[in-house]
């Protein structure tokens, strides 16, 4: 099993720069299967979840080729319509081949995503989407049949603006005949991401990012599409929390600021001195932290859930208590006891967790429960004195290309080691 070593004490310097979106390339690599021609991807993080799609599209029959940072996909011809159990339980996220498949098969068999370590994370909102576009939705055996001898566009509402439902109607609504208006829609940045793929592919699909999706529906295939996947605004995130937690200077390039804006707001009110240009972020962290304002997470624009445990992290020896409200998933305080074996102060009632800052954390030895939560105990070890462990099964490499090399490269004492 992995093990992150780490020996905290050492300011972080540098620059660095942010690699591409894990949350916007999986449902762009699901959407390839649209087009019916071939996908040039530029950007691409080199990621576990990454190479599970990728599997998941071969095992399809789309031809796939990878390499560096670029993925090309074939999908001219038509693919199989069913993933096997094997390949859907690797990766929770494979969810988002529902709507890709259905748009382009007239048919999906996958096996239903289990939970996982944030909470029951079920499927009814996507199914009951799909339902409304004219698909037949049945279970069977573990798996979820979706048909549909043809998908008419209608009008959908979602109940909640989950990310996952929101893009597996735009996959879904792309095949229909005539227009789907989806309102209620998340808004997230990926989601635009994957508004600009999709119609640089041929489709005809406007209001990504506000609550309102209209999708034109029949797209044509498209022979040849270019994409460059947008940068990754939690691994953004991460990297500035880093440098909260060990105190320094670090510039991020080749991100959106305004993707980040709440949680650099959350930074600066703590005392971090943050710099905006263009497409780079300047934080400098000297001395003690305040604690941070209350955090309640929220769809974007709100907080982002993804960030409650980094963020966490930086708050773990700041001066006063940090309140947050974790509203998203029922079962992402994971991280709160690994974090106190390192001296953390944390209190949980339900969905609200309550920091009072220490003076000093202790290096002991951590086992990464989730991805943001193991990236978060690696954080807090770097304002740790000592060296920590964390154990992970894959957890952080799951959505972080090489966080170990980033903060060697800013100067932390982080190795990476197979126990
Ligand atoms: C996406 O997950 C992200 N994953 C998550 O990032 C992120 O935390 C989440 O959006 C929220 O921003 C990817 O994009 C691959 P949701 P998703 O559907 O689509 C409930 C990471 O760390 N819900 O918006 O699964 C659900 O249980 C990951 O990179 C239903 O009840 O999120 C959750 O409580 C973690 N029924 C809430 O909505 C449904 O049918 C938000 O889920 C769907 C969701």
Redesign the pocket.
């Known amino acids: 099993m992995p093990v992150w070593r780490i020996v905290g004490g050492d300011r972080l310097e540098g620059a660095l720069e942010v690699q591409g979106s894990?949350?916007a390339v999986?449902?762009i690599l699901a959407a390839s299967l649209l087009t019916g021609g071939v996908t040039r991807l530029r950007g691409c993080p080199a990621l576990l979840?990454v190479d599970a799609s990728v599997e998941i599209l071969r095992g399809l029959g789309c031809g796939v080729m990878q390499n560096s940072g670029e993925i090309l996909i074939d999908s001219a011809k038509r693919p199989e319509h069913h993933v096997p159990h094997a390949l859907m339980e690797r990766m929770?996220?494979s969810?988002?081949f529902l709507g890709a498949i259905l748009a382009r098969c007239g048919e999906v068999r996958l096996s239903a995503p289990g939970g996982c370590e944030?909470?029951?994370?079920?499927?009814?909102?996507?199914?009951k989407a799909l339902e409304a576009l004219g698909a037949e939705v049945s279970h069977s055996g573990g798996e979820v049949v979706v048909r549909a001898a043809r998908l008419k566009g209608t009008r959908i509402r979602l109940d909640?603006?989950?990310?996952?439902?929101t893009?597996n109607v735009m996959l879904a609504a792309c095949a229909a005949e005539g227009e789907t208006v989806l309102s209620n829609a998340?808004r997230?940045p990926?989601i635009v991401d994957l508004q600009s793929y999709l119609n640089a592919a041929g489709a005809s699909i406007r209001g990504a990012g506000t609550p309102e999706i209209v999708i034109a529906g029949k797209m044509p295939d498209r022979p040849l599409t270019e994409y460059t996947v947008m940068p990754d605004r939690?691994v953004a995130c991460t990297l500035l929390c880093a440098a909260a937690c060990a105190g320094g200077e670090v510039e991020l390039r080749s991100l959106v600021p305004a993707h980040i804006a709440i949680v650099t707001d959350c930074l600066r009110e703590m005392g971090c001195a943050v710099r905006i240009e263009r497409d780079r972020v300047l934080l400098r962290a000297e001395g003690r932290l305040r604690a941070c304002p209350a955090v309640e997470t929220r769809?974007?624009p709100g907080f982002?859930?993804?960030a409650q445990a980094l963020l966490m992290s930086a708050c773990l020896k700041a001066e006063g208590e940090s309140v947050f409200a974790e509203n998203?998933?029922?079962n992402r305080y994971r991280h709160v006891p690994e974090l106190r074996r390192l001296g953390a102060d944390i209190r949980v009632e339900g969905r609200t967790a309550t920091v009072r800052g220490v003076k000093a954390l202790t290096g002991a030895e951590l086992t990464a429960t989730d991805?943001?939560g193991g990236a978060a105990m690696v954080l807090a070890a770097l304002g740790a004195e000592g060296e920590t462990l964390v154990r992970d099964s894959g957890h952080v490499l799951r959505?972080y290309e090489s966080l170990d090399r980033s903060l060697r490269a800013l100067g932390a004492e982080v190795r990476m080691e197979t126990d």
């Open positions: 894990k949350n999986l449902p979840d929770r996220s969810v988002m944030l909470g029951a994370r079920p499927i009814d909102l996507h199914l909640f603006p989950s990310v996952g439902a893009e998340a997230e990926e939690i769809p974007y982002p859930t993804d998203i998933f029922e991805l943001r959505g």
